[in-house]
């Protein structure tokens, strides 16, 4: 994706959050811009922002891959840091979604594209994830905080 399509998406994200990203500087909602991330260097999720007061958090996902790869993001409410709790399949190489409380996702978006979700978030702690094959183990994952 080229710098202006880039530009362009985050254009129409910041578009379609404009009424809520006005809400959202009075107190009641959250925008969270959200990289994703492939490259040479490894695999995260980076956002741009790990915190939010309780309320609607709305997340703005772009695959940022410097390739092919294709990424989703899910939301899982979480028991504080360690997540190592978690079940996950070796063979599948994934979190197997029928044993987690999946809140919503940013389903699967090609390089360059993106997407969004917004849900009503309680105070504690969330993990956001893909789920792609060996992206959780290779590093797709990151605490958000909720107060």
Do not use: W
Not at 57 to 68: E, L, P, Q, T
Not at 72 to 84: A, H, N, P, Q, Y
């Amino acid at each position: 994706m080229s710098k202006y399509s880039k530009l362009a998406f985050a254009a129409a994200i910041a578009i379609s959050f404009a009424s809520f990203g006005s809400a959202a500087q009075a107190g009641s909602g959250t925008l969270v811009n959200v990289s994703l991330i492939d490259t040479d260097a490894g695999m995260e999720v980076r956002t741009d922002r790990n915190r939010a007061v309780e309320g609607p958090v709305s997340f703005a996902g772009i695959n940022d891959s410097a390739n092919d790869t294709q990424h989703e993001m899910l939301i899982l409410k979480v028991k504080g840091d360690d997540v190592s709790y978690l079940p996950y399949d070796e063979n599948t190489m994934r979190i197997p979604e029928d044993k987690i409380a999946s809140l919503g996702e940013i389903p699967e978006i090609d390089a360059g594209q993106g997407g969004a979700i917004t849900l009503d978030l309680k105070a504690g702690t969330y993990l956001l994830f893909c789920n792609k094959p060996g992206h959780y183990e290779a590093g797709m994952k990151t605490l958000f905080y909720v107060q």
